[in-house]
T-cell receptor, first 115, second 110 residues
Framework: DAGITQSPRHKVTETGTPVTLRCHQTENHRYMYWYRQDPGHGLRLIHYSYGVKDTDKGEVSDGYSVSRSKTEDFLLTLESATSSQTSVYFC??????????????FGSGTRLTVV | GIQVEQSPPDLILQEGANSTLRCNFSDSVNNLQWFHQNPWGQLINLFYIPSGTKQNGRLSATTVATERYSLLYISSSQTTDSGVYFCAVERDTNAGKSTFGDGTTLTVKP
């Protein structure tokens, strides 16, 4: 399996506090993605990155920011956590874009609870 | 945006049975992937299949891009096949922004 790790695996935080989730890869893949998974909604894209310092928004980006200062790390920050951001967060990586035939590899997920 | 519908939402099988899962999408796509999420939450890429047919052991997938659907076949199902199966699609005009269906939950009983 590709080397992709998410940290922390579980976190409980209070409403209004900032939270940062980390995705780390050892595969030197160009593309990295953050998704959230909620019951009844499948996976929804929050933000993605197509290179160092190159990021773009997904369908549910409000309240989230990302940074990618190194190829191997993609950080997701909840600027001021709300209960609606309680979810399981998945990071994914891919070697290239869709036209290269590259599939995604997912991390193990971070379960975030905002109380 | 593009809509992705998966059917059936839930499927219960006896071990050894075959099944077909369907993914319909509302517009032309350039990328389609099938994933399996096991009961522990891990997501595994099964196929990258924007068109044509692929096989991997007991699993195979077919995408008919012109008719906007994809099928995932599971033959001789095993209890370890249980979990949720997702398809995800992507368009070249929206590269990097995959849209996932809501999944099919498969339960294989011994």
């Amino acid at each position: 399996d590709a080397g992709i790790t998410q940290s922390p695996r579980h976190k409980v935080t209070e409403t209004g506090t900032p939270v940062t989730l980390r995705c780390h890869q050892t595969e030197n893949h160009r593309y990295m993605y953050w998704y959230r998974q909620d019951p009844g909604h499948g996976l929804r894209l929050i933000h993605y990155s197509y290179g160092v310092k190159d990021t773009d928004k997904g369908e549910v980006s409000d309240g989230y920011s990302v940074s990618r200062s190194k190829t191997e790390d993609f950080l997701l920050t909840l600027e001021s956590a709300t209960s609606s951001q309680t979810s399981v967060y998945f990071c994914a990586i891919s070697e290239g874009a869709w036209y290269g035939g590259y599939g995604y590899t997912f991390g193990s997920g971070t379960r975030l609870t905002v109380v | 945006g593009i809509q992705v519908e998966q059917s059936p939402p839930d499927l219960i099988l006896q071990e050894g049975a075959n099944s077909t899962l369907r993914c319909n999408f509302s517009d032309s796509v350039n990328n389609l992937q099938w994933f399996h999420q096991n009961p522990w939450g891990q997501l595994i890429n099964l196929f990258y299949i924007p068109s044509g047919t692929k096989q991997n052991g007991r699993l195979s997938a077919t995408t008919v891009a012109t008719e906007r659907y994809s099928l995932l076949y599971i033959s001789s199902s095993q209890t370890t096949d249980s979990g949720v199966y997702f398809c995800a699609v992507e368009r070249d005009t929206n590269a990097g922004k995959s849209t996932f269906g809501d999944g099919t939950t498969l339960t294989v009983k011994p």
